[in-house]
């Protein structure tokens, strides 16, 4: 696939204060990176320097081969973003705003402004003013706005912020249609970690300034984090025998009615097993158990930080 989105050693710092510390970071066709961080965390900033609002003091970024900094309007001209709270002129329809918008962009042809209603599910209040619009309706509006010239990358800093549960799916849906069915790189920040989960297909997560890791999303449900989750189900007889066991070898685990979440590093899995069974402790069931995306994130960043 091709990368339509690569950041290289990029930083930023405002004043003596460094936000954005040798950031590398890229983004696919057809996937949906989530950016993920505490609040201070530097989403916000290397997210506006994705998006040229911001210039970088250091590295590099690449849009669909293009360096931003070099080859400003060519690189540009591949991004459609929205970022902080979308702007419209709310006593004018909502394919008026379109149509203006399409004015200024230059290039649209003829046709396109239905095409991207109908992609976001507005063509059927695509003639209402945009000051009755539901808060749902104006992020979708503004993501047409967006997709008029046909990007290969979006760009969207916290696009579910104070939508209802209804907006926010869909939204996602609508979403997950772009980067898989027309095949655009989405790059998209938010505090909604449960929706993150559902949305995306790769996390790139950030704290102070740097980034941690990138996973795949079945990486975090899985252990990315250097972490299994196990479930033992253990005979009436050996739990205390196993409560002693894992108390003595540092683990932590909960138990509830005879099964034992043990939190086990990946390279210590098969050994524990051994040690359960050579005790003589009876398991009646072993599993995987996933880990929600929230758990993955306080494992990578330490925990103890919120989400912006």
């Known amino acids: 696939m091709e990368t339509v989105l690569k950041l290289e050693n990029v930083s930023k ?5 460094l936000v954005v510390d040798q950031v590398d970071l890229i983004v696919k066709q057809g996937e949906i990176l989530g950016f993920l961080g505490p609040n201070g965390a530097g989403k916000t900033t290397t997210i506006k320097i994705a998006t040229g609002f911001l210039a970088l003091d250091e590295g590099d970024v690449w849009i669909c081969g293009h360096h931003l900094v070099r080859e400003y309007e060519t690189a540009m001209h591949h991004v459609g973003g929205i970022v902080e709270n979308p702007e419209m002129y709310k006593d004018l329809t909502g394919r008026m705003n379109l149509r203006m918008y399409a004015r200024v ?15 976001v599910g507005l063509e059927k209040r695509a003639d209402e003013k945009v000051k009755r619009y539901s808060l749902g309706m104006k992020q979708r509006i503004s993501l047409a706005q967006a997709l008029l010239h046909r990007p290969k ?12 549960p209804a907006g926010i799916r869909e939204l996602r849906d609508i979403l997950k249609m772009l980067a898989h069915h027309e095949g655009i790189g989405i790059m998209v920040s938010s505090h909604q970690l449960a929706e993150m989960q559902l949305m995306c ?13 990138e996973f795949s999303i079945d990486e975090l449900a899985n252990g990315a984090a250097g972490q299994h989750h196990m479930r033992y189900q253990i005979e009436p007889d050996d739990r205390a025998s196993a ?16 099964l034992f979440d043990v939190a086990v590093p990946a390279e210590a899995r098969d050994s524990l097993l051994k040690k359960l069974v050579l005790a003589d402790i009876r398991i009646c069931s072993m599993t995987t158990r996933q880990t929600s995306l929230e758990q993955a994130f306080l494992e990578i960043t330490g925990g103890g930080s919120s989400i912006d």
Request: charged fraction near 30%; aromatic fraction near 4%; avoid cysteine.
């Open 13 to 17: 710092s405002f004043g003596h204060r």
């Open 105 to 119: 962009q230059g290039g649209v042809p003829p046709g396109r402004i239905d095409e991207v209603l109908r992609l």
């Open 153 to 164: 990358l979006l760009i969207l800093d916290e696009p579910t912020n104070g939508l209802d």
């Open 201 to 213: 297909d790769r996390a790139a997560i950030i704290s102070a300034g740097r980034i941690l890791g």
């Open 243 to 258: 409560r002693l066991l894992l108390r003595e070898d540092g683990f932590e685990f909960s138990e509830a009615d005879g």
